[in-house]
């Protein structure tokens, strides 16, 4: 069974400029969450989809973050535009139910703005 | 609000010799679950060991196990045999009560395995 896809593993890109990061969600999980991970830090969550519905999206940055899960499979982050302290590791997870124990986590997106 | 507080920044280990991981907590629920992550170099958090705030038994996975001290609000990981590929970065997390509520993680300890 395929685990969770991210792309790309690795984005440098320049201030202002957007960035868009892709996860691909074990088959049939419906629960999807995108954390953050600052360097030396936890993953910290930024959103959290019930199928297509964003059910926890209060840690996100509204002004330059969005993210959109369109058919409830995979999902997209973007950021536009970005700035120096963006430059983190974006991780997805997916679990089958909002309530099961275990998320299952991608590789991770690791972003640098210069 | 959820705190998971892990004190060491790094810790050394023997090959074959056990180790422990500290974590505390904190939270108003009265129920909730925690959990240890382990990421190694790859960047993936790869599940470990699930505690529940009821569970009457610490939580064994094979060489994990959990050192839960409910009074203590403690949450300690304790890896027995250590192999050179325990070497990577060990997250404490919890999750209060309903399913709602968010993985809140720690800070993270890295191990270094050595021969």
């Known amino acids: 069974e395929a685990g969770v896809v991210q792309s790309p593993r690795y984005k440098i890109i320049e201030k202002k400029q957007p960035v868009a990061f892709w996860c691909n969600p074990i088959s049939g999980h419906n629960t999807l969450y995108w954390y953050l991970q600052n360097l030396g830090q936890g993953p910290e969550l930024l959103i959290r989809y019930e199928n297509e519905e964003a059910v926890d999206d209060s840690q996100l940055p509204k002004d330059r973050f969005s993210a959109e899960r369109l058919k409830g499979v995979d999902s997209t982050l973007k950021i536009q535009p970005a700035e120096l302290g963006d430059s983190a590791v974006y991780l997805c997870?997916?679990?089958?139910?909002?309530?099961?124990?275990?998320?299952?986590f991608g590789e991770g997106s690791r972003l640098t703005v210069l | 609000a959820q705190k998971i507080t892990q004190t060491q920044p790094g810790m050394f280990v023997q090959e074959k010799e056990a180790v422990t991981l500290d974590c505390t907590y904190d939270?108003?629920?009265?129920?909730?679950?925690l959990f240890w992550y382990k990421q190694p170099s790859s960047g993936e958090m790869i599940f470990l060991i699930y505690?529940?705030?009821?569970?009457?038994q610490n939580a064994t996975e094979g060489r994990y196990s959990l050192n839960f001290q409910k009074a203590r609000k403690s949450a300690n990981l304790v890896i027995s045999a250590s192999q050179l590929g325990d070497s990577a970065m060990y997250f404490c997390a919890m999750r209060g009560g309903g399913t709602a509520s968010k993985l809140t993680f720690g800070t993270g300890t890295r191990l270094q395995v050595t021969l």
């Open positions: 939270t108003s629920d009265p129920s909730y679950g």
């Open positions: 997870a997916s679990s089958s139910s909002a309530g099961a124990r275990e998320l299952f």
């Open positions: 505690q529940g705030s009821y569970d009457q």
